[in-house]
């Protein structure tokens, strides 16, 4: 009896290790495929071109030229004054340069409007992860779209958009958690390291050009939240538990630090790239805060800025320009800060009860700092212009279900991924 009992016990085991190696051997197939793309796409970094610098002329007086000096001109011979309109015309923004604050507030994108230029192909819809999505985002590629997504099941899929012909059809999904992936971020000079954190408490590290998904951090709490600054190669910062932000340093494998910033989850972390010594978070303890990392404090940590809603805040993201951040709530709301020190605050109204089978609603940043992107609960996108306080809904016959999670691609303007409860990813165009 007992050598029979021992003998299923190894038959089981066996069929365990069958099909762990199964297992491992597809996963290694599809990392070894996105690692092509990877390697295919290195990310060339975006340096704005240096203006030209005349050249520097070195002044000299005549007689140290041994030029004879020149006889004076009468007063009709000097330069006319500028004219009284085009002092008007600078005033009014008339034929003078947008200025960087301006280039960086729409002026760089001209009349170009979202809302019209928009548009949704038949070879731009894909279900990608056979659970309801809770991240999305862009591979920060130049030359490619290719879309991470986490869902609800545990998985992490990824989608390139130009795959084109051959085997396959250009998705690859993994299954590195066993909980809802809450988070995906890149690292800032990495682009083959992807870090996905989890409701099951785990942070891993997919370096696809290794083939390896690597533990960073795990905890008996859940991880709701996780991102880079931007410019920092050792440190990652993620929301545990009821509230609690804390730095894991890479390089150390340790947590360097850890602040007590909410009362319950932390839903969302952003840096302004503008300075990245700022940090939003959001939490469902109804507040969004701003911090400067340079003056926090270990005991009773106090923000820069606090944004006060009636319920829950889902989202806190600083815009392109960084001179604004939207905050979105369950409340009905989505909030704008704005002004030298984020004093002025604006609410806009927008339905934001999804119910518990959809994904909250967060409210994105586009390409400039005038249009805001989020869920519509009619299987639409709703265009929010900050500028008049509008919206328009972008509509398609194709966007079968409600997009509740939104990432606009960081280098090619008008590319927007909107992902469903059930699995899908919408990518709209111009």
């Known amino acids: 009896m007992a050598t029979a009992a021992l003998t299923e ?39 704005p071109a240096k203006p030209h610098q005349p050249a520097v002329v070195i002044r000299r007086s005549l007689r140290c030229r041994g030029i004879p000096p020149e006889q004076s001109r009468e007063a009709s011979d000097l330069p006319a004054p500028s004219s009284s309109s085009k002092v008007h015309d600078f005033r009014h923004g008339g034929e003078c340069a947008p200025a960087p604050e301006e280039e960086a507030c729409g002026g760089k994108w001209g009349s170009w ?19 309801r999505i809770l991240t999305v985002c862009f591979f920060p590629f130049g030359d490619r779209r290719v879309v991470a997504a986490g869902d609800k099941l545990g998985h992490l899929g990824f ?33 083959s390291k992807i870090f996905s954190c989890s409701y099951d408490g785990f942070i891993r590290l997919m370096d696809v050009e290794e083939n390896l998904f690597n533990m960073v951090y795990s905890t008996e709490e859940a991880v709701f939240s996780i991102s880079h600054q931007p410019n920092d190669a050792k440190s990652i910062y993620f929301g545990e538990g009821p509230g609690e932000l804390k730095a894991w340093d890479e390089k150390a494998g340790k947590v360097s630090n850890s602040w007590v910033l909410h009362d319950q989850r932390i839903n969302t972390i ?16 109804g507040v969004a805060c701003i911090w ?13 800025r606090t944004v006060r809603h009636a319920r829950a805040v889902h989202s806190a993201y600083f815009s ?26 604006t609410m806009i109204s927008h339905f ?36 008049d306080k509008t919206r328009t809904a972008l509509e398609s016959p194709l966007m079968t279900a409600i997009p509740c999670r939104f990432a606009a691609h960081p280098h090619r303007v008008g590319l927007l991924a909107g992902a469903t409860a059930g699995g899908q990813i919408y990518m709209w165009s111009q």
């Open 320 to 345: 392109p320009s960084g001179a604004s951040l939207a905050t979105t709530s369950i409340d009905d709301t989505v909030g704008i800060l704005s002004g030298p020190n984020f004093d002025n605050s």
């Open 159 to 191: 989608w390139d958009g130009d795959f084109g012909e051959g085997a396959g059809d250009g998705s690859y999904i993994f299954a590195p958690h066993t909980a809802p992936v809450s988070g995906i971020s890149f690292h800032p000079f990495s682009l």
């Open 9 to 47: 016990y190894e038959r089981r085991r066996m069929e365990n290790i069958r099909r762990n190696e199964e297992m491992i051997a597809s996963l290694k197939r599809k990392a070894e495929d996105l690692s092509a793309i990877v390697k295919a796409s290195k990310a060339r970094p975006h340096r």
């Open 113 to 131: 409007d979202p809302a019209t230029s928009l548009t949704l192909v038949p070879e731009n819809v894909r279900r990608l992860l056979p659970g």
């Open 270 to 285: 952003d840096f302004s790239r503008e300075n990245t010594n700022l940090m939003a978070t959001s939490s469902t303890d």
């Open 352 to 387: 934001n009860q999804t119910g518990r089978w959809l994904s909250s609603f967060r409210a994105i940043w586009g390409w400039d700092d005038r249009f805001l992107f989020m869920g519509n609960m009619k299987r639409a996108v709703d265009v929010i212009s900050t500028v």
């Open 292 to 304: 400067d990392l340079r003056k926090i404090r270990a005991k009773k940590p106090e923000g820069i």
